[in-house]
């Protein structure tokens, strides 16, 4: 099984910091996902890559930033950080054509206060 | 762009019943439907998925009908266990373009009861 590992599993961070979210994937997938997990909203995805050098805005991308600087790392980026960013976040990875399968994260909890 | 809807967004049931969990779709473009799990504390898990050629999909206990003519679909858990709660996501996926993602329901959260 592809092994997606996230760090830092937990974070808090103050309002107007920058906080790094990093993910590593190592069964060589071409695409990586980053989605945030709140109550009553599900999965919604915010960044996504093709591989590396490239990043593309899903969802809700306002207030992050994604870089993709190898093919096996995906990092999500606040700038500044505000309190509606406090949430669950899962990056995922998954093969080439639509019918793969994605592997996702054990998930990085992050408060802003 | 594609919405996926779940119903029930949760339900309690008894170990040994079977349950059923509904989900529909906007886009007709979509034609990949995984559905993942997620047990408390735990990251999400492919389960079952179908493609929109076909019709239903068989997985041991699990079952997955596909209607393409109404954009729904329903996932049916047989003999429940205890280890089967969790928060099941239906998801929808397009096949060209820029249709790479996958779009997730808001989830159906069972809980299975000794």
């Known amino acids: 099984e592809a092994a997606v590992t996230q760090s830092p599993r937990n974070k808090v961070a103050v309002t107007g910091g920058k906080v790094t979210l990093s993910c590593n994937q190592t069964?060589?997938?071409?695409?990586m996902y980053w989605y945030r997990q709140d109550t009553g909203h599900g999965l919604r995805l915010i960044h996504y890559?093709?591989?590396?050098?490239?990043?593309e805005k899903g969802d809700i991308p306002d207030g992050y930033k994604a870089s993709r600087p190898s093919q096996e790392n995906f990092s999500l980026i606040l700038e500044l950080a505000t309190p509606s960013q406090t949430s669950v976040y899962f990056c995922?990875?998954?093969?080439?054509?639509?019918?793969?399968?994605?592997?996702f994260g054990a998930g990085t909890r992050l408060s802003v206060l | 762009g594609e919405q996926v809807e779940q119903l029930p967004s949760s339900l309690i049931v008894q170990e040994g019943a079977s349950v059923l969990i509904n989900c529909s779709y906007t886009d007709s473009a979509s034609v990949y439907f995984p559905w993942y799990k997620q047990e408390p504390g735990k990251r999400l898990q492919f389960i079952i998925d179908i493609r929109s050629n076909m019709e239903r999909k068989q997985n041991q206990r699990l079952t997955l009908l596909f209607d393409k003519k109404t954009k729904h679909l329903s996932l049916h858990i047989t003999a429940t266990q205890p280890g089967d709660s969790a928060i099941y996501f239906c998801s929808a996926k397009g096949r060209t373009g820029n249709t790479r993602k996958l779009i997730f329901g808001l989830g159906t959260t069972l809980q299975v009861q000794p």
């Open positions: 890559s093709y591989g590396a050098g490239s990043t």
């Open positions: 995922a990875s998954g093969g080439l054509g639509y019918q793969n399968t994605l592997y």
């Open positions: 069964n060589n997938h071409n695409n």
